[in-house]
């Protein structure tokens, strides 16, 4: 037997790859079986599960409602499509602040020098590495009526004689957006610096023998190769906010609700765990189908890697 | 032209970003210090070294730290150090497991062909591009419906049953992380100069000498980088530890979201500093550790 | 070389970590230490009462699934301490969130504390164990009122914990008119500054009850109507919070809205133009209860807890510390006798010790059985659109 295993390329590789394959397969495959199975079921009224074939769930997010206001048989009832549709958009606003705050700084870093360049960069590090948690709670005490914001703007208007009214800036749907941005600014820096630091100076020294400025080496030279950077920053951003339930939770104040705080409610508050299995496996396609015409435009991004 | 010339519209929105990220965190030290228990306003720094302190219009209880009442408060608080061990003895294991399995599972992908090798490749990539919840929801679903089961069928009772606690965070962790360590050190793989394990064979090295003597230290670095990726995630992790653990299995970050749950005393921003701190430190050290290298290179 | 950064990198962050967790582990182990013979000492300088009756425990450890702050810490420290059993904490802040936890399985809790009306489901779907009255001498500490529900009769499954109401909750300096019914809080003036619990069965009952229909009744057609009401509040609602709403008000998020006992009675110390006020239709009254779950791993420690708590010496902690209405006579008497200004507040403040006029139209949530969806989803569909 072990003979056969020394030669036997073929058994040696499943051999290697089968502790990884199992243990995914028990904790991420069968996971989303289940979630799949339990997606069609239906609810009983204590919230257990009935394990039938309905498509209920799912009828039920799209819209179609048999429970309508002005006594129609059936209508559309927009609820759960506005709270997919907010969930996307904010993921794409989110990303595309973050890009635009990413890149110059990332820019920056790079082109700094060399020794100066790691200081900058674990100077990044130290938010990232900060509690995901902790770092809302900052921003909680920012954005309240009492909190730093208000507080510097108030003293400042009141240097210069002027009457303020402290900003409502914390639950609302603007402080989600903020938090987001926040939380996932440094993901999106590293990987655009990895590829920005790539690009071999000689690049430049021959656009500018060429006679291009600034703005043309720029577009023409650095944009398109750190675009794998821009790639995998984009995935590690824009699949983590359509799925974050606690920043809208905490500076939301339960009030903004994304296709996260759904999934989460289904399963505690509402007790419909059928309803919110649906709901999670349509928050995985929406992602996987934006995800895949994303990276088939741009490339899967090699810079996922950040090592 | 200077390669590290850059246009002052750079400049100026790199120290716009930098001041972004960093406001929140000085927001966050200062307000540790802060002589107010309800934490809403900053009502300066504690200034009395006394057994009992005037805040918020009333006496109350401190052991004499002075400005730093709350990270004494912090210092008392059990909670916090179980949290913290829990947090780390997770992020051990796991890392440990995950690296192991993960860097085989690489070396698989990128050197053998073998039957479920596409299975395997795609199992691989989707906790990547998931959301968390969707693999918490699952993770739940499927300890939920199967312990009951498994107790009846097993016959476990009392401590020995299976439940929702240290070991489903951790082995939830673990299959978070491996996808990223086999990614990380695939790639390592990938740049291979595969030049050095021939001339070893050719030098009459079996297989397996090879791997430990020449390949295997080739890696390391990729192998550690991994490691290291591994661990920061298991530390930081959230989503899915909210979904699997239990009673006795919290961790700082569920911690910190249940201290927020209550009334919000400076003792939170006490443990955030200490975090950051603790962060601070470490990468200053890694920082200086590099230069080192350098210097000595040099 | 990158290779021996990295290496010496992962060594220092090892060691780093193994120093934490040495300390961490020492550090518990002397708070919990055997002062010997003496009396425990809690950390923050409470002595101990010792346990009477004091049971026979063999577990060493306990898991309960409670309210988030409704805990004195010192009578946490105290039973670890005279008990030398280590107490496993995790919170909620809604009975919904802990019946899905429980119900789903896989859990390890020995005890929770569910409020009255989701007692009877909890019994119908199997999750508690009924309660051996020969363990709890005790119970006779409680007041009779408070005793033999209509949501367990005799006591079978659970044992009063702390009880209150919901009412309104006032900011007078910053509101010009102060609402004084449920009704009131339509008032567009209010739009934007109010923090409601996030509890759907008291703002779904209190909508049904302006509209004149009994907080739990099961005609949809009354359901419906109830949300398109509530629907026109939701949007005025700053925020939804059952963790600590005192917070936002004490903080001047919001200037008014609707909340517990308990963090009326915080805030009112805290801002005493913060008010509590019972609505005329009448507050919602509700009961906490201590149940122990049916699969319970350590149920001699869970009978200590509770026997423990039930004393008069011990349970007047909350009069102190978590301002609820207190069924425990005995630690009412207690406190009356040896911490005279602890009860006096209790006794003389509205918000513990609402007036007899106040509550008598008062009225309980109920389990609604088969409707329980209906209200679920009008919940999630209230609060879902944007």
Redesign the interface.
Known sequence: MLQRLRES?????????L???A???V??????I??LV?SFGQ?T????VVYTFSLDNYIRLFGYSTDC?DGQASCFDP??V??LW?SLSLAFNTTAIVIM??Y??S???A???PKQR??FL??????L???????V??????L?????IN?IIGWAAHLLGLHFTPL?M??T?GAVLVGMV?EF??FMILPIYTSLEKID?SL??AA?DLGAN?LRTFLRVTLPLSMPGVVAGT?LVF??V?????VSD?LG?????LV?N????????????TF??AA??I??VM??IV?YFYTRKFGFG?E??V? | MNPHRRSPFVIAAATMVYIFLYAPIVVLILYSFNASRANVKFEGFITQFSDRIEMDGSMVEASPCGPFHWYCDLAKNDDVMEAAQNTLIIAFTATIIATTIGTMAAIALQRYDFKIKPFSQLTLYIPIVIPEIVMGIGILTLFSQTFGWLNNVLHLAGDARLALGIGTVTVSHIAFMVPFVTLVVQARLQGFDKSFEEAAMDLGANEWVTFRRVTFPMILPGVLSGALLAFTLSLDDFVITFFTNGPGSTTLPIYVYGLLRRIITPQVNALSTVWILVVFIAVVLLQWLQNREEKIKH | MKRNILLKGFALVISLSLLLAACGGGGSADSAADEGNGPKVTSSGFECPEPSPRMEVTSTELNVFVWTEYFPQDMIDCFELVYDIKLNRDEYSSNEEMYAKVAAGGTAYDLAQPTDYIIPLMIRQGLIQEMDHAKLPLMSNFDPNWMDQPFDPGNKYSIPYLAGTDAIIVNTDLVENVPTSWADLWNPEYAGRMVFLDDSRAVIGFTLITLGYDPNTTDPAQLEEAKEKLSQLVPNVKLFDSDSPKTALIGGDVDLGMTWTGEAFVANQENPAIQYIYPSEGPILWQDNWVLLNDAAHADAAYAWMSYIMQGDVFWLTIRDFQYTNPNQAALDYAKANQTDVYDAYFNSPITNPPAEAVANGFGIEDVGEATPLYDNIWVEVKGGN
């Not at chain 1, 590495?129 to 770092?135: D, E, G, K, P, S």
């Open positions: 390329k073929s058994m040696q590789g499943t051999l290697l790859a502790p990884t394959t243990w995914l397969f904790l991420l495959i069968i996971p989303l289940l979630t339990v609810r009224p204590d919230g257990n206001s609820l759960y506005n709270i907010r705050m990413a110059p700084l820019y920056f870093i082109r700094a020098q790691n200081v674990f100077m990044v590090l130290i938010p590495w900060t509690n995901f948690v902790i770092r709670y900052a921003w909680m005490m920012l309240r009526k009492e909190g730093a507080a409502e914390l639950y749907p926040y600014l440094p100076n430049y020294e500018a600034a995935i699949i983590p359509m799925g974050t339930f606690i905490i104040g339960r009030q903004v609700i996260g759904l999934i989460q409610r289904q399963f505690l508050d509402a007790r419909d765990p919110g299995s999670s496996l928050l995985m992602t996987l995800t090699e996922i890697v090592a």
